[in-house]
């Protein structure tokens, strides 16, 4: 009986269509269950049994279940750092002048489309099941460089004590933002997100709530 085997010029690219298969497979296996048990209560037989995959596959590709996840986290990460370098092209005056133009600024439409590709992923990991230490993370590399950028030059060189509460208050409200868009399963458009990201951060105590 004749098999379906990959010749060997295309071998490799047979393997790395089965090794991502895989991975696939056991990223959608932990989101499930980061959401149903929580990290601490999941095992490799857990991810290989959802997976549909043996152990010997499973351990191919990863030590543990901490390395499974340490790779996902710094995929995104990865792609989150690609977006970083164009952030430091924004400034003031260009989120000013989009704000007045009723206009979203164009790299923050591109972040929020990207987080809501992710947005299955984002949920189970910073649920109350996944890892309390990735929402600093993503804190970090977007909300607080985002803040930064915009900060006076002075600022930016020479922070005080009180400009550095200042961006640690406006960071924690922007993760504060995509944690509660990603919990609410990502209803609102990228345009509309960036609209409000943009909005409430120029508004001011006593102004009234609308977009």
Same mark, same amino acid.
């Given at each position: ?36 048990? %929580?990290? +601490? $209560?999941?095992?490799?037989?857990? !991810?290989? /049994?959802?997976?549909?995959? @043996? ?5 191919? &590709? ?66 109350? %099941?996944? +890892? $309390?230490?990735?929402?600093?993370? !993503?804190? /970090?590399?977007?909300?607080? @460089? ?5 900060? &006076? ?59």
């Amino acid at each position: 009986m004749a098999t379906a085997t990959c010749a060997p010029s295309v071998a490799a690219p047979c393997e790395d269509r089965r090794i991502s298969k895989s991975k696939r497979a056991l990223r959608g296996a932990l989101i499930a269950l980061l959401e149903e048990r %929580g990290f +601490d $209560a999941v095992t490799v037989n857990d !991810l290989c /049994e959802r997976a549909d995959l @043996n152990r010997g596959t499973f351990y191919n &590709h990863f030590s543990d279940k901490d390395a499974l996840l340490a790779d996902l986290e710094d995929e995104v990460m990865a792609d989150i750092d690609a977006l970083q370098g164009r952030m430091h092209d924004v400034s003031l005056a260009d989120m000013l002048a989009y704000r007045v133009a009723g206009r979203p600024l164009p790299l923050l439409v591109e972040l929020f489309d990207y987080l809501r590709a992710q947005g299955d992923f984002l949920h189970a990991v910073l649920g109350p %099941g996944g +890892d $309390a230490s990735f929402g600093p993370r !993503l804190r /970090e590399a977007v909300c607080e @460089n985002l803040v930064q950028n915009i900060l &006076h030059e002075k600022y930016r060189e020479h922070p005080t004590p009180f400009v550095e509460y200042y961006v640690a208050f406006y960071a924690a409200a922007y993760l504060g933002i995509i944690a509660r868009w990603i919990e609410r399963g990502c209803p609102e458009t990228s345009e509309d997100m960036a609209r409000i990201a943009m909005r409430l951060f120029f508004i001011k105590p006593g102004e009234s709530i609308e977009l």
